[in-house]
C-alpha cells in the first residue's frame, strides 16, 4: 500500500508539474486583443492592442503589387477570434490574422502601395501609413526586407548565377549578415535589386555574361552606389521574378513566361492573378459590364456588334479576369487576346471567322507565287537537311515545295513559298551550329597485395657398400642389399622464385652411414599499382572510342577439317557517347574494358585472357569525377602436405609434412572525368 500511494503522489505530481509548465508557456505568449483604423486626411492610422508590451518592433516587408505590408509577431497567438477582417478605410481594404504554432502574421491588404512608420505606445503598436510617393513611370518598389541596425558592416560574400530545372535563371547572393535591406523594383525592362547599406568586395564589381545559360537572364552588372549595392538583372522576352531569402543567402528567380494569346493575365501562376474588384449590378447591358471591366483595367476592348443582353452580377473583391471569364460563360461569348487588345464575339462567330482565315491562308498557298533560296551549310551536311525537309511522315515544306543540294560545296537549294521559305531559314539557324566537343578521361587503377610463404622439409638416408661405392636416393647393389633410401621428400614448392634451403649432414665414426636433412622455405611480399588512363574527345551525341592492346593468335578448325590462325584481342578501349545537357552536365554511354593476357593459365589452344569490363550509364557535373565501377577480390589459401601419424607428432611433426600460406588481394576501380570544351579554349 505504501508503494501504490507512493506512485500515485508521484503521478499527481508529474500533472501539476506538466500542468504549471504549460500555464507557465501560455502566460509567456503574448496576444493580439485588438485593431482599429481611422483615416486621419492623408494618413491612415492602424493601431493594434495587445494583452503585453512588444519588446521590439516587428520585422517587416512590403510587396507593391498586389499592394500589401506584413507583420511577423513571434510569441504571439491571435486573440481577436478571427482570421480575416474587412475595413474598406482609406486605401486599406482588408487585413488578414494568420497565426502558425506560435507566430502570427498580420497582413494589411491595400488599395496601392503605402509606406508606414511605427511605433510602439504601451500595449499598443501604432501604425501611420501614407501613399508612397513614386514618380510617375517608375515602377513601384518591392521591400523585400527592412533594413536593421548591425554593429559590423554588412557586405557580400559571392554571387553566383545557374540555370534552374525549368529554365529560370537563379542569382543567389551570400551577405554576411541576414539582417539587410533588399529592395526590389523594375525599371523598364531591367529588374534592379538594391541593398541597403552593404558594401561590395572590388573582385564581386564586374558584369556577368550569362546568356550560354539559355535563361531569360542575359547579364547581371552588380555595382556600389554610396553606400548602397545595387544589382541590376537584364532579362529578355516574357518573365517573372521570384524572390526569398534564407538565412544569409537572398535568391532571386526570373522564370521565363510562354505567351499564351488567350490568356488574359500571363504569368505561370495557376488561377486567376488580375487585380480585384467588387460589381452590383442588376439587370445591366453586357455591353456596358464589359466597357467598367475595360476602363478599370486599361485594356484595349472591342466588342462585337451581336453582343447583346443584360445580366445580373454581384461579385465582391474577385478578380478582374474572373470577372470577365464568368460573364462571358454566361452569354455565351469568347475572346482573343492581340497584345492589349481584347476581341470579344459569340462563340460561333469567333470559329467562323477563324475558319474563314484558315480557308484563306491555303487558298493564298496554293496561288502564291514560288521563290528559290539557297542556304551554305557550315557544320551539317546539305543532303541531311534535305531529308529533313522532305520527310514524308513529316514534311516541313509546301507540297508544290521542293529541295535540292550541291555536295561538293554542300549548299541547299530551297524552292517554296516566301512564308515556308522563313520557316526554313529559322530552322536552319537553330540547326547549323557547330557541336559542341567533350574531353573523356578514364583512369583505370589496379592495385595489388600479394604475401606467400612456403616451407618444406627432406630427409635422404645413405650407406656405404663394402667395396666403397655410395648410392644416393636408394638403390640396390649386386648382393640384392639396400643401401640407401629418401626417407621424407615433402620441398617447399613456392609458386615463384627459387627457395632457400639449409642441409644438416649427421653420420657415424666410420663414415659409411650418412642422414642429410635438408629444410627449403620461401616468403614472398609483393605490391603494385597500375594506373591506365585512356582519353579520347568527340563531339555532342557522337560515339568515340579509343583502344590499345595486343591481338593473341590461336588455332581454329575449319569447315574442311584443316587449321587456321585467328587472332583474340586483348585491349584497353574506352567506348563513349556524350550528350551535353541543357544545364552544363554530361550524360554519358559508357564502355570500359581492360583486358590483359594471363600466361599462367595458357593451353595448347590458346593463351587465356583475363577480362574486366564496365558497361553503363552516368550523368556527371561538368569538370567533376565519378567512380563507375570496383572490383575487389581476396585470396586466402592455408594449405598443408603431410606423412600420416609422423607429421601430427609434437616437436618433430614438421620434419614431415609441407606448410604454404598464400593471401593475395587486389583492387580495380574505374574513374570518369568530362570536361566540355569551350569554343576558344582547350583542355589541359
Do not use: C
Not at 501604425?127 to 554588412?154: C, D, I, K, W, Y
Not at 539582417?179 to 523598364?188: E, F, T, Y
Not at 541593398?195 to 547581371?220: G, M, N, S, W, Y
Not at 572510342?545 to 583474340?568: D, L, W
Amino acid at each position: 500500500m505504501k508503494q501504490i500511494r507512493q506512485y500515485l503522489l508521484g503521478l499527481v505530481g508529474g500533472v501539476l508539474l506538466a500542468l504549471g509548465t504549460a500555464n507557465a508557456q501560455e502566460a509567456r505568449l503574448n496576444s493580439i486583443e485588438s485593431m482599429n483604423v481611422v483615416q486621419q486626411g492623408s494618413v491612415l492610422n492602424v493601431k493594434l492592442t495587445f494583452k503585453e508590451p512588444l519588446q521590439a518592433l516587428p520585422p517587416a516587408f512590403s510587396v507593391a503589387k498586389p499592394a500589401r505590408i506584413a507583420f511577423d509577431f513571434s510569441n504571439t497567438t491571435n486573440g481577436l477570434g478571427k482570421s480575416s477582417q474587412a475595413y474598406n478605410e482609406g486605401d486599406l481594404k482588408s487585413a488578414n490574422i494568420v497565426q502558425a504554432e506560435d507566430r502570427t502574421r498580420v497582413v494589411l491588404n491595400l488599395n496601392k502601395a503605402m509606406t508606414y512608420e511605427a511605433t510602439i505606445d504601451g500595449n499598443s503598436l501604432l501604425l501611420a501609413l501614407v501613399p508612397s510617393a513614386t514618380p510617375a513611370g517608375l515602377a513601384p518598389v518591392e521591400h523585400f526586407a527592412q533594413a536593421r541596425p548591425s554593429a559590423m558592416s554588412n557586405s557580400i560574400r559571392d554571387i553566383s548565377f545557374r540555370r534552374g530545372k525549368d529554365g529560370e535563371g537563379r542569382i543567389t547572393v551570400d551577405l554576411t549578415d541576414a539582417n539587410a535591406g533588399i529592395d526590389i523594383k523594375q525599371q523598364g525592362s531591367n529588374l534592379v535589386v538594391d541593398f541597403a547599406k552593404v558594401t561590395l568586395p572590388e573582385a564581386l564589381r564586374k558584369r556577368l555574361d550569362v546568356t550560354d545559360f539559355a535563361t531569360p537572364v542575359l547579364t547581371v552588372t552588380t555595382v556600389e552606389k554610396g553606400p548602397n549595392t545595387r544589382m541590376t538583372i537584364t532579362p529578355r522576352g516574357l518573365w517573372e521574378h521570384n524572390a526569398y531569402q534564407s538565412d544569409n543567402q537572398f535568391v532571386i528567380e526570373v522564370k521565363p513566361i510562354i505567351e499564351n494569346p488567350n490568356k488574359l493575365v500571363q504569368g505561370s501562376r495557376g488561377g486567376y492573378q488580375g487585380e480585384k474588384l467588387s460589381l452590383n449590378f442588376q439587370n445591366v447591358d453586357v455591353r456596358r459590364l464589359l466597357q467598367v471591366i475595360g476602363e478599370f483595367t486599361g485594356m484595349n476592348m472591342v466588342v462585337s456588334d451581336s453582343v447583346g443582353g443584360s445580366i445580373t452580377l454581384i461579385l465582391k473583391d474577385v478578380p478582374w479576369d474572373q470577372a470577365l471569364d464568368i460573364i462571358m460563360q454566361q452569354k455565351g461569348l469568347d475572346m482573343r487576346k492581340n497584345g492589349n487588345v481584347i476581341l470579344i464575339a459569340p462563340r460561333d462567330e469567333i470559329a467562323t471567322k477563324e475558319k474563314l482565315d484558315f480557308e484563306a491562308k491555303l487558298q493564298i498557298g496554293d496561288l502564291e507565287p514560288l521563290l528559290t533560296e539557297s542556304f551554305q551549310m557550315n557544320y551539317i551536311k546539305a543532303k541531311d537537311m534535305q531529308s529533313l525537309l522532305t520527310d514524308q511522315k513529316q514534311p516541313l515544306l509546301s507540297k508544290r515545295g521542293s529541295a535540292n543540294t550541291e555536295e561538293r560545296s554542300n549548299i541547299l537549294f530551297v524552292r517554296d513559298t516566301p512564308s515556308r521559305l522563313e520557316e526554313v531559314r529559322v530552322m536552319i539557324a537553330k540547326i547549323d551550329i557547330p557541336s559542341r566537343q567533350v574531353m573523356i578521361e578514364a583512369r583505370i587503377v589496379e592495385a595489388g597485395d600479394s604475401f606467400a610463404k612456403n616451407l618444406g622439409v627432406r630427409m635422404i638416408w645413405n650407406q656405404t657398400d663394402r667395396s666403397g661405392a655410395v648410392t644416393v636416393g636408394g638403390g640396390q647393389n649386386f648382393t640384392g642389399q639396400l643401401n640407401s633410401a629418401s626417407l621424407v621428400n615433402l620441398p617447399a614448392t613456392p609458386r615463384t622464385g627459387t627457395p632457400g634451403s639449409i642441409l644438416f649432414t649427421l653420420f657415424n665414426t666410420a663414415q659409411t652411414q650418412f642422414l642429410n636433412l635438408e629444410v627449403s622455405a620461401l616468403e614472398a611480399d609483393g605490391r603494385g599499382k597500375v594506373i591506365s588512363s585512356p582519353r579520347v574527345m568527340t563531339a555532342n551525341q557522337v560515339k568515340a572510342k579509343i583502344e590499345q592492346g595486343v591481338e593473341i593468335p590461336y588455332q581454329q578448325a575449319t569447315s574442311s577439317g584443316a587449321t587456321s590462325v585467328s587472332f583474340r584481342k586483348a585491349n584497353l578501349s574506352l567506348e563513349v557517347t556524350p550528350q551535353i545537357t541543357p544545364d552544363g552536365r554530361v550524360h554519358m554511354k559508357l564502355k570500359v574494358n581492360k583486358d590483359t593476357p594471363n600466361t599462367r593459365l595458357s593451353t595448347g589452344a590458346g593463351v587465356a585472357i583475363d577480362t574486366k569490363q564496365v558497361d553503363t550509364e552516368v550523368l556527371v557535373e561538368n569538370g567533376g569525377t565519378v567512380v563507375i565501377g570496383g572490383i575487389y577480390t581476396q585470396e586466402v589459401r592455408n594449405n598443408t602436405t603431410r606423412i600420416p601419424f609422423f607429421g601430427d607428432l609434437p616437436y618433430i611433426g614438421f620434419l614431415f609434412k609441407n606448410r604454404e600460406w598464400i593471401d593475395d588481394k587486389t583492387e580495380l576501380l574505374v574513374f570518369v572525368t568530362p570536361r566540355i570544351v569551350a569554343e576558344s579554349l582547350s583542355v589541359r
